[in-house]
């Protein structure tokens, strides 16, 4: 479908024109796009003053170390907490991507917020930066009281692949008798690697993420196509959703991903838990994550999520 036919916003359009003048990230190796993706200059954002960030290091199950980025509201507290997980289709993304995003969330929510930068792949596949974003999440219960944070009131977020691990670490807090998760906000989530949608049809080129792009993600993620059967790479096949905190799903209207989002979201309320389904009009998967691009955007969404997580 020609993207002329699209109701596309002007920042969507420039943002589209600027990066088809590069070739596609997925002729390249991870290594070397990230190698590249480090060297461009953090952009320059406005962003509203916090009490304190910190970087720090924390155990995960193998005995390996992964980092962490924790944003500390002003105020007293405790304060609720939200782990968040980047998106970057498992591949791509660290605590710099979804800094400015996070940095909105701890301001607008008042909350605690605790980026986590889980490994990736192919170095990493599949279950291991799952099973980093379920440590980092027992890690934060665990040491809640340390971080001025209500272990009572904690929030899980994330954006694309983020939002796949955001909503598969709710699972597995219920199967594990983990902490108690009181909401979760994905943004454009992964929840289906079918590949199948109509919105993969329509939307299967040029416009950011595409079909060729999200099968090159998942041949780095798992082993084999079986394992995109796995509920936990595939959260819309879990067979009972009913336990799940309540959600905001928020999708970008011209996004590969968005059907299976509209799903999510459906069989979520269909289960009887309340869920927020919100569509971004006129724009394209990653904006969240480009603020310099997309910063009346990112700002709206971060207020849609405040008001949803403060009802």
């Given at each position: 479908m020609n993207n002329l036919m699209f109701n596309l916003t002007n920042t969507s359009k420039q943002y589209i024109a600027d990066a088809n003048k590069s070739p596609k990230y997925y002729t390249h190796q991870p290594a070397d796009v990230r190698a590249a993706r480090a060297q461009c200059p953090k952009p320059l954002i406005d962003l509203p003053l916090l009490k304190q960030i910190i970087n720090r290091k924390i155990p995960v199950r193998d005995g390996s170390e992964i980092n962490v980025r924790i944003y500390t509201p002003n105020g007293k507290g405790p304060f609720p907490i939200i782990v968040y997980y980047h998106g970057g289709g498992w591949v791509f993304g660290n605590l710099e991507t979804a800094d400015a995003g996070c940095h909105l969330l701890a301001a607008e929510v008042n909350a605690i917020v605790v980026s986590v930068d889980y490994r990736l792949a192919p170095e990493f596949k599949f279950p291991i930066p799952l099973n980093d974003a379920f440590d980092a999440l027992?890690?934060?219960?665990?040491?809640?009281?340390?971080l001025n944070g209500d272990s009572t009131n904690i929030i899980?977020?994330?954006?694309?692949?983020?939002?796949?691990?955001?909503?598969?670490?709710?699972h597995m807090a219920k199967e594990q008798n983990g902490p108690l998760i009181t909401a979760q906000a994905l943004i454009y989530p992964v929840t289906n690697m079918d590949m199948t949608t109509t919105s993969y049809e329509n939307y299967a080129n040029d416009l950011g993420l595409d079909r060729d792009g999200m099968k090159w993600f998942g041949e780095h993620y798992v082993y084999n196509e079986e394992d995109y059967r796995n509920s936990a790479v595939s959260p819309l096949l879990q067979?009972?959703?009913s336990y799940l905190p309540r959600a905001i799903v928020i999708a970008a209207e011209y996004d590969v991903l968005f059907d299976e989002g509209v799903s999510y979201a459906n069989r979520l309320n269909e289960a009887g838990v309340p869920t927020h389904h919100v569509v971004m009009p006129g724009l394209i998967h990653s904006y969240f994550s480009k603020m310099e691009f997309f910063e009346d955007e990112t700002r709206q969404t971060v207020q849609l999520i405040a008001d949803f997580i403060k009802k």
């Amino acid at each position: 479908m020609n993207n002329l036919m699209f109701n596309l916003t002007n920042t969507s359009k420039q943002y589209i024109a600027d990066a088809n003048k590069s070739p596609k990230y997925y002729t390249h190796q991870p290594a070397d796009v990230r190698a590249a993706r480090a060297q461009c200059p953090k952009p320059l954002i406005d962003l509203p003053l916090l009490k304190q960030i910190i970087n720090r290091k924390i155990p995960v199950r193998d005995g390996s170390e992964i980092n962490v980025r924790i944003y500390t509201p002003n105020g007293k507290g405790p304060f609720p907490i939200i782990v968040y997980y980047h998106g970057g289709g498992w591949v791509f993304g660290n605590l710099e991507t979804a800094d400015a995003g996070c940095h909105l969330l701890a301001a607008e929510v008042n909350a605690i917020v605790v980026s986590v930068d889980y490994r990736l792949a192919p170095e990493f596949k599949f279950p291991i930066p799952l099973n980093d974003a379920f440590d980092a999440l027992l890690w934060v219960y665990e040491f809640a009281a340390d971080l001025n944070g209500d272990s009572t009131n904690i929030i899980v977020a994330g954006d694309s692949a983020g939002g796949n691990l955001a909503t598969v670490v709710t699972h597995m807090a219920k199967e594990q008798n983990g902490p108690l998760i009181t909401a979760q906000a994905l943004i454009y989530p992964v929840t289906n690697m079918d590949m199948t949608t109509t919105s993969y049809e329509n939307y299967a080129n040029d416009l950011g993420l595409d079909r060729d792009g999200m099968k090159w993600f998942g041949e780095h993620y798992v082993y084999n196509e079986e394992d995109y059967r796995n509920s936990a790479v595939s959260p819309l096949l879990q067979d009972d959703l009913s336990y799940l905190p309540r959600a905001i799903v928020i999708a970008a209207e011209y996004d590969v991903l968005f059907d299976e989002g509209v799903s999510y979201a459906n069989r979520l309320n269909e289960a009887g838990v309340p869920t927020h389904h919100v569509v971004m009009p006129g724009l394209i998967h990653s904006y969240f994550s480009k603020m310099e691009f997309f910063e009346d955007e990112t700002r709206q969404t971060v207020q849609l999520i405040a008001d949803f997580i403060k009802k």
